[in-house]
């Protein structure tokens, strides 16, 4: 089943994703860098089950245990 968004719209939040899980940037300085929206940014990470909890009013983008491993490989 395809992701119920544009091809162009979806890579505009894949890149504010990044910016999220790089730079730790929270999700409405992320989506407007991108020229993309929260709202559209939501809409994806629902569809896709990528899980963000709330800390100090910022969304953080929450990892798996096979995630963090890989982050502390050499």
Known sequence: MPIPIK???QQRVLQA?????????GIGKAAA????TPQTMKKYMAY????YKIENRKA??????????????F
């Open 60 to 73: 953080v983008i929450e990892r798996n245990i096979q995630q963090k491993v890989n982050q502390f490989q």
């Open 7 to 9: 091809a162009d719209a």
């Open 33 to 36: 860098l991108n020229r993309t």
């Open 17 to 25: 994703l990044a910016y999220m899980i790089e730079r730790g940037y």
């Open 48 to 51: 896709t089950g990528i899980k």
